[in-house]
């Protein structure tokens, strides 16, 4: 079974309908997705709908940082999200904002663990930036792989069985074989607002048969989404993110 | 050991048949699987000492890297199972015994020398194509299929550009087998596929002395190869001729940048000895001296590691050019025009190699007069214009070679010579179309639908003006 796992979405139309279609076109077999899906970009309302309408049909949406401050607290985020924040509450009907609330923090399937952040600690939001924080993802938690994205930038953390912990930078659409013998967590880029300097949607797919995840780079309509969050009055700052992907 | 390994035992679907050996890390057995007639062999790592994770890393990085590779060059990857309870790798079964076999038989006669070499040298080619740097080159890992390819096996200490390098990051130490390790692996470096030609440098040396350039060096010693220059070969056989001594001891260089760019480049040269640009390296009958080898020492004191690997970067900035010249009256301008272009490709593939090529075709029925009027080879006269045009090029002479084909289908030649070379672009020239042409099909037409690469169709200008009309 093919696994389309979709992050950090941040209310860019445009981003999540080319990965919906990249997606489709494989095809995968389901969608699991790992939060976010509002904050920075000018269609939330669009976006949470679609997130709707995908768990209707069968697909996991877990609870993101920015989705859980919609009806929270907004104080542990910077001026700029909050900035978005406080425009995206406007945008949102009860409806959406009760799906948002209701959404669970993680989800587990065997072996394999599905969170926004961190398995350690998801409700803590901590970012796992480099070997040492994944490390300690490892110490804590079980599960022999573990999705999650919060980072926007993607990267594979791989713990043999001397508990070493090593980290592998994707390139390319390149099938990875996720071995038996070590434990994964693998950091899933953003879809909806890319920050390594390539402007193109992250995803990436599970294929839960040959163990493995292959990581796309999906090109689309960048300049338009940046068009429509200067038109939304959002600041300049996450339009011109949009442009350059960082 | 998890399990008690015996003829008859079937794990997973497959029947153990007979124990065939017991390397360093594991153990090879032939199995068979039902309703498949394919001959098959089951390795085992082993995992006796479990203090030792080598063994097991070795065996994940294998486990990853086999199921990417194809080709003939390598062993047809089958299936594998986890650590538990038993892990393994599956694999078509090479018959026949692996290089290691000669090692009784050493020195052997050169030329058998230069043939395993170039089988070898296009082997790790085509493995470097696959973005894969084999990094444990040595006899025990060199096999030959019936049909003649040689074929690399054991790929516990690879490393595969888009993969994890799980070896790096669970040791801090060098790998690989010490009597064959490049000087920059020595230093951990596990990026450059120039490693694999120096290993292969390794084993020629082996072949034709009888002696290992640089013992079996233990601990600290390694690092010797770093400044100590091994005894150049003629001085230990003088059988060894000139030209093969220049490619081993170029092979056996420190600095990667001094080796051959690529093993297709380095398959070339074994194959066109007369072509071989002799150097200081082909009469060297002694090591250097004292001083210069104390100065690499110095150097060698403050080497690091290189960067990550790029073995795109590195194979397309050391492509194989086949430049395919016209000599007949007339097609002067289009040979210059195609010197044109080829001044610009080599600006930017910096170790470019560059095959000058012409045909000298021959008829279908009849003897061919292969002479002229005053009993000049044309062969031989066809060579020297070859080089006339080749001097125009700013290329060092090592880095050109010219070959006069003789053949009734030009086309079909120009095809093959790029096939069997690992050519990585055709140059050709072409007149503009004219209705003759369109009827008869010409060599250009021909060579860029059946040729293995790219292909560069040259023009001049007259020629479109020509075609204006």
């Known amino acids: 079974m093919l696994i389309a796992l979709l992050t950090d979405i941040h209310g860019n139309r445009e981003a999540f309908s080319a990965c919906l279609a990249h997606a489709r076109a494989l095809p995968v077999d389901r969608f699991i997705l790992l939060g976010d899906y509002v904050g920075y970009g000018a269609d939330p309302a669009w976006v949470v709908d679609t997130v709707r309408m995908l768990v209707s049909e069968g697909a996991v949406a877990l609870l993101g940082n920015h989705d859980a401050a919609i009806d929270g607290s907004d104080e542990d985020m910077n001026s700029l999200a909050r900035e978005a924040l406080h425009w995206t509450r406007g945008q949102l009907g009860m409806e959406q904002r009760a799906f948002l609330a209701d959404l669970p923090l993680i989800h587990e399937e065997g ?15 901590h970012y796992i930036t480099d070997t040492l924080e994944a490390a300690r993802h490892f110490s804590r938690v079980e599960a022999h792989i573990t999705f999650c994205g919060h980072v926007h930038v993607p990267m594979l953390y ?72 200067r038109e939304a009055g959002l600041p300049e700052k996450l339009a011109r993110r949009l442009e350059e992907g960082r | 050991m998890r399990l008690r390994l015996s003829p008859g035992m079937v794990i997973d679907g497959f029947t153990l048949k007979e124990h065939l050996g017991t390397g360093g890390m594991a153990q090879i057995w032939s199995v068979e699987r039902e309703d498949d007639p394919t001959p098959l ?43 538990d309870p038993q892990p393994y790798i599956v694999m078509e079964r090479i018959p026949g015994p692996s290089l290691k076999a000669r090692l009784s ?16 040298a296009r082997a790790l080619h085509d493995l470097h194509l696959q973005k894969v740097i084999h990094l444990d080159v040595k006899p025990s890992n060199v096999m030959f299929r019936e ?79 770093l400044w100590r220059d091994p005894v150049p070969p003629r001085a230990r056989n003088p059988e060894c001729p000139p030209w093969l001594q220049e490619i081993i001891l170029r092979c056996l260089e420190v600095d990667p940048n001094d080796r051959y760019a690529t093993a297709a480049q380095l398959a070339l040269d074994l194959e066109n000895p007369g072509q071989v640009a002799l150097t200081e390296r082909a009469e060297r009958l002694e090591r250097d001296s004292g001083m210069k080898t104390f100065r690499r020492w110095l150097k060698a004191r403050k080497a690091q590691p290189l960067e990550t690997p790029n073995i795109v970067r590195q194979l397309a900035q050391a492509p194989i050019l086949l430049v395919a010249i016209d000599l007949t009256p007339g097609s002067e301008d289009l040979s210059e025009a195609q010197r044109v272009l080829l001044g610009r490709i080599l600006s930017m593939e910096m170790e470019a190699r560059v095959a000058c090529v012409n045909v000298l075709r021959l008829s279908r029925i009849g003897v061919d007069v292969l002479e002229d009027e005053e009993g000049r080879s044309l062969h031989v006269q066809r060579l020297i214009q070859l080089r006339h045009w080749g001097a125009g090029l700013e290329i060092p002479k090592e880095r050109i070679t ?52 790219s292909v560069t169709v040259v023009r001049t200008p007259r020629e479109r003006r020509a075609e204006e009309e």
């Not at chain 2, 080598?54 to 089958?78: A, N």
């Open chain 2, 41 to 83: 062999v089951m390795k085992f790592p082993m995992l006796i000492d479990s203090d030792d994770p080598i063994p097991i890393v070795c065996f994940e990085t294998e486990q990853m890297i086999m199921p990417r590779l194809s080709g003939p060059h390598v062993p047809r990857f089958i299936a594998a199972g986890p650590l």
């Open chain 1, 111 to 125: 072996s394999v663990l599905y969170v926004h952040a961190n398995g350690y600690a998801p409700r803590g939001w």
């Open chain 2, 105 to 120: 038989g050493v020195p052997l006669p050169w030329a058998e020398v230069v043939r395993i070499g170039a089988k070898v």
């Open chain 2, 147 to 225: 049909t003649g390819e040689a074929v690399l096996v054991d790929f516990g200490f690879a490393r595969h550009e888009q993969l994890p390098d799980l070896l790096a990051e669970e040791f801090r130490e060098p790998f690989g087998t010490t009597p064959y390790m490049a000087p920059e692996q020595v230093l951990e470096d596990r990026a450059d596929p120039r490693s694999d030609l120096f290993a292969l440098g390794v084993m020629l040396y082996f072949f034709i002395t009888g002696e290992r350039p640089f013992g079996t060096p233990k601990g600290g010693q390694i690092r010797r190869r």
């Open chain 1, 158 to 229: 791989h713990m043999s069985t001397t508990a070493k912990v090593g980290s592998f930078s994707p390139v390319g659409d390149n099938e990875i074989p996720l071995l038996a013998t070590r434990s994964w967590l693998a950091v899933i880029g953003a879809v909806g607002q890319p920050r390594d300097g390539v402007p193109a949607a992250n995803y990436a797919v599970f294929d839960t048969a040959r163990q493995s995840l292959r990581y796309f780079r999906v090109p689309y309509d960048n300049l338009t989404a940046a068009r429509k969050v």
């Open chain 2, 402 to 453: 010219y070959s006069v084909l003789e053949a009734t289908d030009p086309a079909a030649a120009l095809v093959d010579y790029a096939r069997h070379n690992n050519v990585d672009h055709i140059v050709i020239g072409a007149r503009a179309s004219s209705a003759f042409r369109r009827y008869l099909g010409s060599v250009s037409s021909r060579v860029v639908a059946e040729a293995p690469c």
